[in-house]
Protein backbone atom coordinates (compact mmCIF):
# COMPACT_ATOMS: atom_id res chain seq x y z
CA UNK A 1 0.00 0.00 0.00
CA UNK A 2 2.97 2.31 0.93
CA UNK A 3 4.60 1.71 -2.47
CA UNK A 4 1.41 2.21 -3.92
CA UNK A 5 0.69 5.53 -2.71
CA UNK A 6 4.44 6.92 -3.66
CA UNK A 7 3.79 6.39 -7.13
CA UNK A 8 0.43 8.19 -6.86
CA UNK A 9 1.78 10.89 -5.64
CA UNK A 10 5.23 11.22 -7.81
CA UNK A 11 5.87 14.95 -8.63
CA UNK A 12 8.13 14.22 -11.47
CA UNK A 13 10.54 12.09 -13.65
CA UNK A 14 13.14 13.08 -11.59
CA UNK A 15 11.41 11.42 -8.21
CA UNK A 16 10.77 7.97 -9.56
CA UNK A 17 14.07 7.91 -11.08
CA UNK A 18 15.52 9.05 -7.27
CA UNK A 19 13.17 6.21 -5.65
CA UNK A 20 13.98 3.40 -8.04
CA UNK A 21 17.71 3.73 -7.35
CA UNK A 22 17.56 4.43 -3.67
CA UNK A 23 15.27 0.76 -3.46
CA UNK A 24 17.77 -0.88 -5.44
CA UNK A 25 20.28 0.08 -2.41
CA UNK A 26 17.81 -1.12 -0.01
CA UNK A 27 19.04 -4.82 0.17
CA UNK A 28 21.68 -4.73 2.70
CA UNK A 29 20.63 -1.73 4.77
CA UNK A 30 17.19 -1.02 5.68
CA UNK A 31 15.52 1.93 3.72
CA UNK A 32 16.07 4.18 6.69
CA UNK A 33 19.82 3.79 6.84
CA UNK A 34 20.46 4.30 3.34
CA UNK A 35 18.49 7.64 3.36
CA UNK A 36 20.43 8.88 5.90
CA UNK A 37 23.57 7.74 4.99
CA UNK A 38 22.89 9.54 1.40
CA UNK A 39 21.47 12.71 3.42
CA UNK A 40 24.80 13.01 5.77
CA UNK A 41 27.42 12.08 2.47
CA UNK A 42 26.40 14.72 0.31
CA UNK A 43 26.00 16.99 3.20
CA UNK A 44 29.15 16.43 4.37
CA UNK A 45 30.65 17.15 0.44
CA UNK A 46 29.06 20.21 0.58
CA UNK A 47 30.17 21.33 4.08
CA UNK A 48 33.62 21.02 3.26
CA UNK A 49 33.98 22.82 0.04
CA UNK A 50 33.39 26.09 2.59
CA UNK A 51 33.30 25.16 6.04
CA UNK A 52 37.23 24.25 6.74
CA UNK A 53 36.77 24.68 10.75
CA UNK A 54 34.36 21.38 10.65
CA UNK A 55 35.92 19.74 7.67
CA UNK A 56 38.24 17.46 9.75
CA UNK A 57 35.80 15.78 12.01
CA UNK A 58 32.70 15.52 9.22
CA UNK A 59 35.37 14.10 6.80
CA UNK A 60 36.22 11.17 9.50
CA UNK A 61 32.14 10.90 9.56
CA UNK A 62 31.80 10.73 6.25
CA UNK A 63 34.80 8.06 5.50
CA UNK A 64 32.96 5.90 8.44
CA UNK A 65 29.54 5.99 6.25
CA UNK A 66 30.59 5.69 2.64
CA UNK A 67 33.55 2.75 3.78
CA UNK A 68 30.13 0.56 4.42
CA UNK A 69 29.20 0.87 0.48
CA UNK A 70 30.90 -0.95 -2.40
CA UNK A 71 32.11 1.12 -5.25
CA UNK A 72 28.67 0.15 -7.29
CA UNK A 73 26.89 1.15 -4.22
CA UNK A 74 29.05 4.34 -4.03
CA UNK A 75 28.24 5.16 -7.91
CA UNK A 76 24.15 5.17 -7.08
CA UNK A 77 24.84 7.65 -4.33
CA UNK A 78 26.04 10.01 -6.81
CA UNK A 79 23.43 9.06 -9.32
CA UNK A 80 20.51 9.65 -6.50
CA UNK A 81 22.40 13.43 -5.82
CA UNK A 82 22.34 13.61 -9.45
CA UNK A 83 18.64 13.26 -9.69
CA UNK A 84 17.83 15.75 -6.47
CA UNK A 85 20.14 18.62 -8.58
CA UNK A 86 18.25 17.94 -11.95
CA UNK A 87 14.66 17.61 -9.83
CA UNK A 88 15.37 21.08 -7.86
CA UNK A 89 16.81 22.76 -11.20
CA UNK A 90 13.70 21.76 -13.73
CA UNK A 91 11.29 22.75 -10.73
CA UNK A 92 12.46 25.29 -8.46
CA UNK A 93 9.05 26.08 -6.43
CA UNK A 94 9.03 22.31 -4.70
CA UNK A 95 10.72 20.70 -1.39
CA UNK A 96 12.12 18.01 -3.96
CA UNK A 97 13.35 15.74 -0.82
CA UNK A 98 10.58 16.67 1.57
CA UNK A 99 8.36 14.73 -0.01
CA UNK A 100 10.03 11.93 -0.69
CA UNK A 101 10.84 11.41 2.83
CA UNK A 102 7.30 11.69 3.56
CA UNK A 103 6.70 9.44 0.24
CA UNK A 104 8.71 6.98 1.91
CA UNK A 105 7.16 6.83 5.00
CA UNK A 106 10.43 7.42 6.61
CA UNK A 107 9.12 9.93 8.85
CA UNK A 108 8.92 10.11 12.95
CA UNK A 109 5.46 9.52 13.64
CA UNK A 110 6.32 8.92 17.93
CA UNK A 111 7.92 12.52 17.82
CA UNK A 112 4.92 14.08 15.71
CA UNK A 113 7.20 14.51 12.55
CA UNK A 114 4.68 15.53 9.53
CA UNK A 115 6.36 17.77 7.24
CA UNK A 116 3.87 20.61 6.26
CA UNK A 117 3.17 20.22 2.36
CA UNK A 118 4.94 22.50 0.34
CA UNK A 119 1.59 24.05 -1.44
CA UNK A 120 0.30 25.13 2.07
CA UNK A 121 3.57 26.37 2.78
CA UNK A 122 3.75 28.96 -0.72
CA UNK A 123 0.62 29.70 0.54
CA UNK A 124 1.24 30.95 3.99
CA UNK A 125 4.30 33.12 2.63
CA UNK A 126 2.02 34.61 -0.20
CA UNK A 127 -0.15 35.83 2.51
CA UNK A 128 2.39 36.70 4.82
CA UNK A 129 5.36 37.76 2.78
CA UNK A 130 5.45 41.24 2.05
CA UNK A 131 8.51 43.08 0.19
CA UNK A 132 10.52 44.31 3.09
CA UNK A 133 11.96 47.86 2.89
CA UNK A 134 15.49 46.67 3.22
CA UNK A 135 15.53 44.31 -0.10
CA UNK A 136 15.64 47.96 -2.06
CA UNK A 137 18.30 49.44 -0.57
CA UNK A 138 21.77 47.74 0.10
CA UNK A 139 20.81 45.89 3.34
CA UNK A 140 19.59 42.50 3.86
CA UNK A 141 17.08 41.30 6.10
CA UNK A 142 16.74 37.91 7.79
CA UNK A 143 14.10 35.04 7.95
CA UNK A 144 13.96 32.30 10.39
CA UNK A 145 12.48 28.46 10.64
CA UNK A 146 12.64 27.71 13.93
CA UNK A 147 11.40 23.90 13.17
CA UNK A 148 12.38 24.04 9.59
CA UNK A 149 12.01 20.16 8.66
CA UNK A 150 13.12 19.77 4.78
CA UNK A 151 12.90 23.60 4.49
CA UNK A 152 9.75 23.56 3.02
CA UNK A 153 8.66 27.17 4.59
CA UNK A 154 12.24 28.73 3.63
CA UNK A 155 12.06 27.38 0.19
CA UNK A 156 8.90 28.74 -0.47
CA UNK A 157 10.19 32.33 0.62
CA UNK A 158 12.96 32.01 -1.25
CA UNK A 159 10.53 31.57 -4.28
CA UNK A 160 8.48 34.49 -3.31
CA UNK A 161 11.36 36.83 -3.37
CA UNK A 162 12.37 35.15 -6.85
CA UNK A 163 8.59 36.04 -8.27
CA UNK A 164 8.69 40.09 -6.36
CA UNK A 165 12.25 40.38 -8.39
CA UNK A 166 13.88 40.14 -5.25
CA UNK A 167 17.55 38.53 -5.23
CA UNK A 168 17.43 36.95 -1.97
CA UNK A 169 21.23 35.49 -2.81
CA UNK A 170 22.09 38.45 -1.82
CA UNK A 171 19.40 39.93 0.37
CA UNK A 172 18.30 37.57 2.54
CA UNK A 173 20.09 35.74 5.45
CA UNK A 174 18.23 32.10 6.03
CA UNK A 175 18.42 30.46 9.42
CA UNK A 176 17.14 27.25 10.26
CA UNK A 177 16.85 25.02 13.42
CA UNK A 178 15.64 21.14 13.71
CA UNK A 179 16.54 19.09 16.25
CA UNK A 180 16.49 16.10 14.15
CA UNK A 181 19.91 15.98 12.34
CA UNK A 182 18.65 14.33 9.42
CA UNK A 183 15.98 16.64 8.64
CA UNK A 184 17.84 19.44 9.19
CA UNK A 185 20.64 18.26 6.70
CA UNK A 186 17.93 17.82 3.78
CA UNK A 187 16.77 21.14 4.72
CA UNK A 188 20.45 22.19 4.49
CA UNK A 189 21.19 20.44 1.39
CA UNK A 190 18.37 21.99 -0.73
CA UNK A 191 18.83 25.61 0.58
CA UNK A 192 22.28 25.42 -0.92
CA UNK A 193 21.69 23.93 -4.07
CA UNK A 194 18.64 27.47 -4.32
CA UNK A 195 21.72 29.06 -3.57
CA UNK A 196 20.49 30.43 -0.15
CA UNK A 197 22.83 32.02 2.03
CA UNK A 198 22.86 31.24 6.11
CA UNK A 199 22.97 28.09 8.53
CA UNK A 200 20.89 25.14 9.68
CA UNK A 201 21.85 24.46 13.44
CA UNK A 202 20.71 21.13 14.67
CA UNK A 203 19.35 21.36 17.99
CA UNK A 204 15.98 21.58 19.90
CA UNK A 205 14.80 24.88 19.84
CA UNK A 206 13.01 24.72 23.25
CA UNK A 207 15.79 24.14 25.10
CA UNK A 208 18.84 24.95 22.90
CA UNK A 209 17.44 27.64 20.63
CA UNK A 210 19.68 29.57 17.51
CA UNK A 211 21.28 32.48 19.30
CA UNK A 212 24.15 34.75 17.49
CA UNK A 213 26.40 37.44 19.48
CA UNK A 214 25.75 39.98 17.05
CA UNK A 215 21.88 41.15 16.71
CA UNK A 216 21.65 40.61 12.49
CA UNK A 217 22.03 36.36 13.40
CA UNK A 218 25.29 36.81 11.03
CA UNK A 219 27.38 35.30 13.85
CA UNK A 220 25.90 32.25 15.30
CA UNK A 221 26.53 31.71 18.81
CA UNK A 222 27.05 28.06 20.70
CA UNK A 223 28.80 24.95 19.45
CA UNK A 224 29.77 25.23 15.65
CA UNK A 225 29.67 21.52 15.22
CA UNK A 226 26.25 21.91 15.54
CA UNK A 227 25.90 24.44 12.91
CA UNK A 228 25.81 23.80 8.94
CA UNK A 229 26.58 27.19 6.95
CA UNK A 230 25.51 27.13 2.87
CA UNK A 231 28.34 27.53 0.58
CA UNK A 232 26.57 31.36 -0.69
CA UNK A 233 27.46 32.18 3.11
CA UNK A 234 30.62 32.48 2.60
CA UNK A 235 30.30 34.29 -0.68
CA UNK A 236 32.37 38.06 -0.63
CA UNK A 237 29.17 40.30 0.30
CA UNK A 238 28.11 38.15 2.86
CA UNK A 239 32.23 37.37 3.97
CA UNK A 240 32.29 40.99 4.17
CA UNK A 241 28.99 41.36 6.25
CA UNK A 242 30.16 38.97 8.87
CA UNK A 243 33.38 40.72 9.32
CA UNK A 244 31.68 44.05 9.72
CA UNK A 245 29.71 42.48 12.82
CA UNK A 246 32.57 41.28 14.11
CA UNK A 247 34.79 44.76 14.07
CA UNK A 248 31.04 46.50 15.59
CA UNK A 249 31.48 43.67 18.12
CA UNK A 250 35.03 44.81 19.00
CA UNK A 251 33.53 48.31 19.03
CA UNK A 252 30.98 48.20 21.48
CA UNK A 253 32.04 49.14 24.99
CA UNK A 254 31.68 46.66 27.73
CA UNK A 255 30.09 47.78 30.89
CA UNK A 256 32.01 48.04 33.80
CA UNK A 257 30.46 48.29 37.47
CA UNK A 258 32.30 50.94 39.78
CA UNK A 259 34.45 49.24 42.61
CA UNK A 260 32.20 49.37 46.03
CA UNK A 261 33.43 48.27 49.37
CA UNK A 262 30.14 46.48 50.33
CA UNK A 263 27.40 46.38 47.51
CA UNK A 264 24.41 48.15 47.83
CA UNK A 265 21.31 46.24 48.55
CA UNK A 266 18.59 46.64 45.54
CA UNK A 267 15.25 48.11 46.85
CA UNK A 268 12.30 46.15 46.51
CA UNK A 269 11.09 47.68 43.02
CA UNK A 270 14.73 48.33 41.63
CA UNK A 271 15.81 46.49 38.68
CA UNK A 272 19.28 45.49 38.22
CA UNK A 273 21.24 47.30 35.96
CA UNK A 274 22.19 45.77 32.38
CA UNK A 275 25.25 45.15 31.32
CA UNK A 276 27.31 43.95 28.19
CA UNK A 277 29.81 41.51 27.45
CA UNK A 278 32.46 41.47 24.93
CA UNK A 279 30.10 39.66 22.98
CA UNK A 280 27.32 41.79 22.91
CA UNK A 281 25.07 39.31 25.13
CA UNK A 282 23.28 41.45 27.50
CA UNK A 283 23.45 40.05 31.42
CA UNK A 284 21.76 41.01 34.76
CA UNK A 285 25.15 40.48 36.45
Known sequence: MAKATAVRNIRDD????????????????????????????????????????????RTKTYQTIISKYSDAEQEKFAELLGEVIMGMEQNLDQDFLGELYMLCEL??????????????????????????????????????????????????????????????HDKVLFVAQDIDLTVGLMCYIQLSFLG????????????????????????????????????FFSTDIWYLRRQWAQIEL???????????????????DATPPLCETKTGQLTFF
Open 14 to 57: HQKAFLKIFNSLCGRFNRWQVWQDFVMVTAIEISNATDKQNAPE
Open 196 to 231: CAGYVVIGNTITEPSTAYDHRGLLPAGPQSRVWYTP
Open 107 to 168: GNDASGQFFTPYDVCRCMVEISGESNPAAENAGFFSVADPACGAGALLIAFANLCRRKNICY
Open 250 to 268: LMKPVCHQPEQSEPEPLKD
